[in-house]
């Protein structure tokens, strides 16, 4: 396959949630879990490692040289919270970069901060011990992977997997995000700098999750940014403002009818339907929130459920100006005019 040229979104997988439709038949749907990425100057920036991560960049093979180098070009990965569906593959990269080998590592792992560094956020042992942030989270994946790491350091003699990552815990500004009220309007914030590449952040709206983040990524061919998991948010505007394209996330207004059947819901069903479409932004919403931000083009993402066909998708999209993208795995999509 060629090798990828210029700057470009690349999405790996754009399912949201458990990815575990059937590939055939009836409510099917192939769609990896949730990862995205910017390629720039021959470099990987990683947003979300969900299922199937490591097997799509193997499948993307960004600088062309072939499965057995394919994750060679990681830069960079950027955790927009801390969901399972986000999450889940990104030991699974760590030991295939192991074995392939980072000629950039470490490798940077951005990712939310520990819940109590965010000012009102909950404080009681369930909610706030439970998230203790990306840089404790990738220590115990790795504590948890240790009977393998073990082996394979003594086998290769190659260095601890823990010195092939640095990990960074992403929060607001001191003093800028008291979330005892909701999240409150906060302005975009530096993460990173790379010679082709700025990142900023903005604290988006998931419910309990908390926090969770939106990336810009700034390139000289132009703009994109991840909305991550958010209901729809004001903050997350503020960050797309005039940026060439906009990767959102997106839940089917008519979701509890395709995860549940036709009416009538039993009251479990209805509750249960209701919680998570707070947490995320309806197909009907996303044009507005695309359009208020000014963006060129609005790439829909993290389907939910992934089994909604395509075309439902872009019909769903209203109130936007620009050109809408339903994502699909591996769709490549050049950054800049
Ligand atoms: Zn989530």
New binding site residues.
């Given amino acids: 396959m060629p090798a990828h040229t210029g700057t470009q979104l690349l999405l790996l997988g754009t399912a949201?949630g458990a990815a575990t439709y059937p590939v055939r038949g009836a409510g099917a749907s192939a769609r990896s879990g949730i990862a995205s990425a910017i390629v720039v100057g021959g470099r990987v920036h990683l947003v979300d490692a969900g299922q199937g991560v490591a097997r799509q960049l193997t499948f993307a093979d960004v600088a062309g040289a072939g499965p057995a180098h394919a994750l060679r070009p990681l830069r960079a990965v950027y955790l927009t919270?801390l969901?399972s569906?986000?999450t889940m593959d990104l030991v699974n990269l760590l030991h295939c970069g192991y074995v392939q080998g980072w000629p950039d590592a470490p490798v940077d792992v951005f990712g939310p901060g520990p819940r109590d560094g965010v000012p009102g956020a909950p404080t009681d042992r369930r909610r706030a011990g439970a998230h203790l942030g990306t840089t404790r989270f990738l220590e115990r994946l790795i504590d948890a992977f240790a009977a393998d790491f073990d082996d394979r350091v003594s086998a290769s003699r190659r260095p601890e997997p823990s010195t092939l990552v640095t990990a960074h815990d992403v929060l607001p500004p001191a003093g800028s995000a008291d979330v005892s009220a909701g999240i409150p309007p906060v302005d975009p914030w530096f993460v990173a700098e790379y010679p082709d590449l700025r990142v900023t952040a903005t604290l988006v709206d998931?419910g309990e999750?908390l926090p969770?983040l939106a990336y810009r990524f700034d390139t000289e061919a132009g703009s994109v940014v991840f909305s991550?998991?958010t209901s729809p948010s004001p903050n997350l505007v503020r960050l797309a403002q005039g940026a060439d394209i906009l990767v959102h996330e997106v839940i089917a207004a008519r979701y509890a009818t395709w995860q549940y059947g036709p009416e009538p819901l039993t009251e479990r069903q209805r509750l249960a339907a209701a919680t998570v479409m707070a947490?995320h932004t309806p197909s009907d919403q996303v044009g507005a929130i695309a359009e208020a931000a000014g963006v060129r083009t609005l790439v829909l993402t993290h389907l939910v459920p992934a089994s909604v066909p395509a075309a439902l998708w872009r019909e769903a999209v209203r109130g936007f100006s620009g050109e809408v993208v339903v994502g699909e795995d591996l769709l490549t999509i050049p950054v800049g005019r």
């Fill in positions: 949201g919270h969901h569906d986000h998931h999750m969770s991550g998991d947490k």
